[in-house]
């Protein structure tokens, strides 16, 4: 009751608890840390601890109120080294500004200033205390605050604010993240409180790279479907009817336009070939003539002396 000081556009609403419970966020695991016993409401009878939702709400709010004070978004280091909550951290960078780390932390990003990834973020957010420790050591060096999400079975060493949540479920992961990230475009005065947020919980949900290849191969197989839908359809009889019927008369044309052709050039050759002696006479006069110009015969007499004297001499 801390951080939403009893007003009512910061109470917990019954859907907001409708979607921690469907993501299974309130569910820890059957360890506790002794630091997370206060957030933890019952354990079941299987083990499980069941974690305080209205105390998860409430740090979730006072980090919220952190992240809206920093002037810069980009100061804000957000970070996950588990597949669950990268692209759950990709999608808050995107919506508040802030600066991401998705993957594999390079150790020295925070404390060795000769490296190219060398940054000096002002607060550092990660999804799992235990995965994402050499960040979080590498903070406490450099005096970075530090908001987790926590289970009930996560240390609590160097992590200034944690937010007690299951950070092992896909769907917990991203529920928590969208609600951080809503939480805090709210308080910037981003989006408003009397509307929904536009985008659902399912943005930063994590994907398995397989179910999306196969959801991209059966989209394609539905697109080449739509397209070859009038090439796969089955003829009926009244349109092979007009098309045999079309095919009739267009070769029937065809034919009388091949004949019409054919007579043409008959007539055109015979009047050609009509007035062929003159041109054969006057190809035989032009061989002649050239003939007599050539005169190789003479030519060749005349070298044969030429050379004959030359080397007869």
Same mark, same amino acid.
């Given at each position: 009751?801390?951080?939403?000081?009893?007003?009512?556009?910061?109470?917990?609403?019954?859907?907001?608890?409708?979607?921690?419970?469907?993501?299974?966020?309130?569910?820890?695991?059957?360890?506790?840390?002794?630091?997370?016993?206060?957030?933890?409401?019952?354990?079941?009878?299987?083990?499980?601890?069941?974690?305080?939702?209205?105390?998860?709400?409430?740090?979730?709010?006072?980090?919220?109120?952190?992240?809206?004070?920093?002037?810069?978004?980009?100061?804000?280091?957000?970070?996950?080294?588990?597949?669950? #909550?990268?692209?759950?951290?990709?999608?808050? +960078?995107?919506?508040? *500004? %802030?600066? $991401?780390? /998705?993957?594999?932390?390079?150790?020295?990003?925070?404390?060795?200033?000769?490296?190219?990834?060398?940054?000096?973020?002002?607060?550092?957010?990660?999804?799992?205390?235990?995965?994402?420790?050499?960040?979080?050591?590498?903070?406490?060096?450099?005096?970075?605050?530090?908001?987790?999400?926590?289970?009930?079975?996560?240390?609590?060493?160097?992590?200034?604010?944690?937010?007690?949540?299951?950070?092992?479920?896909?769907?917990?992961?991203?529920?928590?993240?969208?609600?951080?990230?809503?939480?805090?475009?709210?308080?910037?005065?981003?989006?408003?409180?009397?509307?929904?947020?536009?985008?659902?919980?399912?943005?930063?949900?994590?994907?398995?790279?397989?179910?999306?290849?196969?959801?991209?191969?059966?989209? #394609?197989?539905?697109?080449?479907?739509?397209? +070859?839908?009038?090439? *796969? %359809?089955? $003829?009926? /009889?009244?349109?092979?009817?007009?098309?045999?019927?079309?095919?009739?008369?267009?070769?029937?044309?065809?034919?009388?336009?091949?004949?019409?052709?054919?007579?043409?050039?008959?007539?055109?050759?015979?009047?050609?070939?009509?007035?062929?002696?003159?041109?054969?006479?006057?190809?035989?006069?032009?061989?002649?003539?050239?003939?007599?110009?050539?005169?190789?015969?003479?030519?060749?007499?005349?070298?044969?002396?030429?050379?004959?004297?030359?080397?007869?001499?």
């Amino acid at each position: 009751e801390k951080m939403s000081g009893g007003l009512d556009v910061l109470r917990l609403t019954a859907d907001d608890v409708s979607k921690m419970l469907a993501a299974s966020a309130h569910l820890g695991t059957t360890n506790v840390d002794f630091q997370m016993e206060q957030y933890v409401f019952r354990r079941r009878n299987d083990g499980v601890h069941i974690i305080d939702l209205r105390k998860t709400w409430e740090k979730l709010l006072m980090a919220a109120r952190i992240i809206a004070a920093i002037e810069n978004p980009a100061d804000v280091c957000v970070l996950s080294a588990r597949p669950y #909550g990268q692209r759950a951290v990709l999608k808050f +960078a995107k919506f508040t *500004g %802030a600066s $991401p780390i /998705a993957g594999r932390f390079t150790p020295g990003t925070f404390t060795n200033q000769i490296q190219k990834a060398f940054r000096e973020p002002r607060l550092l957010i990660v999804t799992d205390p235990r995965v994402d420790h050499q960040p979080i050591t590498e903070a406490s060096y450099v005096n970075i605050p530090v908001i987790a999400l926590c289970n009930t079975d996560s240390p609590l060493r160097y992590i200034d604010i944690g937010i007690p949540c299951n950070n092992k479920g896909a769907h917990a992961i991203g529920l928590m993240w969208w609600l951080l990230a809503r939480e805090v475009l709210r308080l910037r005065g981003t989006i408003s409180r009397d509307t929904d947020w536009e985008h659902m919980p399912d943005l930063f949900f994590y994907r398995d790279p397989e179910e999306v290849e196969k959801e991209e191969q059966a989209q #394609g197989k539905a697109d080449d479907g739509v397209g +070859a839908g009038d090439w *796969g %359809a089955t $003829p009926s /009889a009244t349109d092979g009817a007009a098309n045999q019927a079309d095919w009739n008369t267009t070769t029937a044309a065809a034919a009388t336009t091949t004949t019409t052709e054919q007579t043409g050039q008959a007539a055109a050759a015979g009047d050609d070939w009509s007035g062929s002696p003159s041109k054969d006479a006057d190809w035989g006069g032009s061989n002649a003539n050239a003939a007599g110009k050539n005169n190789w015969s003479n030519e060749a007499g005349e070298w044969g002396a030429q050379e004959g004297g030359e080397w007869g001499s």
